[in-house]
């Protein structure tokens, strides 16, 4: 790819605040593009519309009234891109039915599975099941080894991330090299 994406990336939805009351995203996890050519984002409700030929905002509504944003002008210029989608479709709800599927390979209790996924147990079952220290731990080291076992596939792609979180778990994977003259060798276990 010669040209850069265009744009910067925006995170897919507000992070949390610690002391601020955290309001989850709404949606199905459609990508959110922050603004095209012709739109921009509303300075009052932060929605993103169109833009009149006179670069003001057109008149749009927000919880079904007038926003007062509307026939403004942009406070900024807004991002064209944001972080796509690792597959198509797939949405923060889709990656909910695959932990459940894992959590299910993995053999955990459903009264832990159900615990993890934020649901009731209903019924009797709810009234006496618990978990254990030891379900926990069995989750824990399944998950775990899920974690290594993607982060191995995912060196196997390529040893460098431009995500630096990534990069640096990649770098363990890496070969060590060490310098002889001018050259790079790999370095010797001897």
């Not at 209903?122 to 069995?138: E, L, N, Q, W």
């Not at 989750?139 to 290594?148: D, I, P």
């Not at 460098?160 to 276990?189: M, Y």
Request: glycine fraction near 10%; hydrophobic fraction near 35%.
């Amino acid at each position: 790819m010669s040209a850069p994406w265009p744009g910067k990336p925006l995170p897919p939805w507000p992070p949390a605040q610690p002391g601020v009351p955290f309001t989850p995203p709404a949606g199905r996890g459609i990508r959110r593009l922050a603004g095209k050519v012709g739109s921009g984002r509303c300075p009052e409700c932060n929605l993103t519309v169109l833009l009149r030929h006179d670069g003001l905002i057109i008149s749009h509504k927000a919880r079904s009234l007038r926003c007062p944003g509307s026939g403004q002008e942009l406070a900024e210029p807004v991002s064209v891109a944001s972080w796509c989608s690792l597959r198509p479709a797939l949405t923060p709800h889709g990656l909910r039915h695959g932990h459940e599927t894992w959590l299910d390979d993995l053999d955990i209790r459903y009264v832990l599975q159900s615990d993890r996924m934020g649901h009731e147990v209903p019924g009797m079952r709810g009234v006496y099941s618990h978990i254990t220290a030891g379900m926990r731990d069995d989750l824990t080291a399944g998950l775990q080894e899920l974690w290594e076992a993607s982060l191995h596939e995912r060196a196997g792609i390529s040893l460098k991330s431009p995500v630096l979180v990534l990069d640096a778990l990649l770098a363990g994977f890496r070969e060590p090299t060490t310098k002889i003259g001018s050259h790079s060798a790999p370095k010797s276990d001897t």
